[in-house]
């Protein structure tokens, strides 16, 4: 099977694409597959190193203040179809698909007008722009709630498949990521904390509250945090102002690139609550606090995350609620609660949907076939 993915800007798009990529290579392993991203974002770091092709095509949102970016974002609206087209058309397809971000729109567009089979995967509760403007041009629609499914209104195919989850997670227990990571043997309690690829400003001060608060004063304590690549230079600056990068149980990185390992290593993550990131500690049995972010569409993060609270899988902190005393107790209750840890795992656990990549596959393949006969 030829494969064209398209989707970038954020790990959120990027993630389920190289996701469902491998799911396919693990089926079909004589496939080829290569992406079709922008030039700024980051799938130029991220889709390079697991070995695949990219493509460039740019485009990006309308701003809703007067911007001189406006013209260039129109410029290219103009422009990235007949783009889309010749890539489409130099790389020859049996399918295209979509997991979300700006650049899915014309890539998505072209190849239908093309007659190539197109499919959307949506992994959050209110779809995006991109899965809003393309409900009626792509062939199948697959989401990650069933919710999602009565706010499209098409004629398409529209199915619940779950999140695509990448292969390496659940392929190493806590033990063996410890090692790969160097952890010490004295080490009884890892903490994970990321805002997302770009980074989240309050994620940051929270996982520097906790360091200096909690995560310092605890031998035997390793706490890793991801600033994000906006971000990171200020909580860098931040965590050095503290004196915090002379404790050697305290990492403070830009991004984290093997997400599994670290995860599986963790007894706790502190986190916002996109759509992928739930999926994987889902998938790991992972006790989390959750600070989901009051900047998405629908508010979709805060319902994602109140799904994990209601289930006893999380402690939810509204942004707007956070407070240094909460955020350290919080902590401190899950650290100290051998059991609670393992029971908000449990539960996280229930709330997984782990046939979503055989699904997936399945789907595709049944669009290729049908579309060639």
């Known amino acids: 099977m030829r494969v064209l993915l398209t989707g970038g800007g ?40 697991e070995g695949y092709k990219l493509y460039h095509n740019n485009i990006y949102g309308i701003r809703r203040s007067l911007s001189p970016k406006n013209l260039i974002t129109a410029y290219y609206i103009l422009t990235s179809p007949s783009k889309a087209k010749k890539i489409i058309k130099k790389f020859e397809p049996d399918v295209v698909i979509g997991t979300g971000g700006y650049v899915c729109w014309p890539n998505i567009k072209a190849a239908a007008k093309l007659g190539i089979p197109t499919a959307l995967h949506e992994s959050n509760a209110t779809p995006g722009l991109a899965v809003r403007k393309l409900q009626n041009t792509a062939d199948l629609i697959m989401t990650n709630f069933e919710s999602t ?34 952890i010490p043997d004295d080490i009884k309690f890892v903490i994970l904390s990321f805002g997302g690829s770009l980074g989240a400003e309050k994620i940051n001060e929270a996982a520097i509250d906790i360091m200096r608060g909690f995560s310092a004063t605890h031998e035997d304590v390793m706490h890793i945090h991801s600033g994000g690549k906006r971000f990171y230079p200020n909580a860098r600056e931040l965590f050095a ?13 830009e991004y984290i690139h093997d997400m599994a390992t670290y995860m599986a290593a963790a007894d706790l993550v502190l986190c916002r609550a ?27 993060q805060y319902k994602n995350a109140a799904e994990f609270e209601k289930a006893g899988a999380a402690v939810l902190i509204e942004e707007k609620n956070m407070n240094y005393d909460d955020t350290i107790a919080a902590v401190e209750k899950i650290y100290s609660d051998s059991s609670l840890r393992e ?31």
């Open 343 to 373: 029971n908000m795992g449990n539960a996280a656990a229930t709330l997984s949907n782990s046939d979503a990549g055989v699904r997936i596959y399945e789907e595709i393949s049944a669009l290729v076939s049908s579309k060639k006969r």
């Open 149 to 182: 499914i009565g706010m499209l209104n098409t004629d398409k195919k529209v199915i619940r498949v779950g999140n695509p989850l990448r292969l390496a997670y659940n392929s190493v227990d806590k033990a063996e990521a410890r090692r790969r990571l160097g």
């Open 241 to 253: 102002a503290y004196g915090l990068e002379k404790n050697p149980r305290l990492d403070m990185r």
């Open 10 to 49: 954020t790990g959120g798009h990027i993630n389920p694409a190289l996701a469902i990529a491998e799911i396919i290579k693990s089926r079909e392993p004589d496939s080829e597959i290569a992406f079709i991203g922008t030039e700024k974002g980051l799938e130029n770091s991220l889709i390079p190193k």
């Open 274 to 300: 996109g759509a992928m990131t739930l999926t994987e500690l889902s998938a790991t049995k992972k006790a989390s606090i959750l600070i989901p972010s009051p900047n998405v569409t629908g508010n979709h």
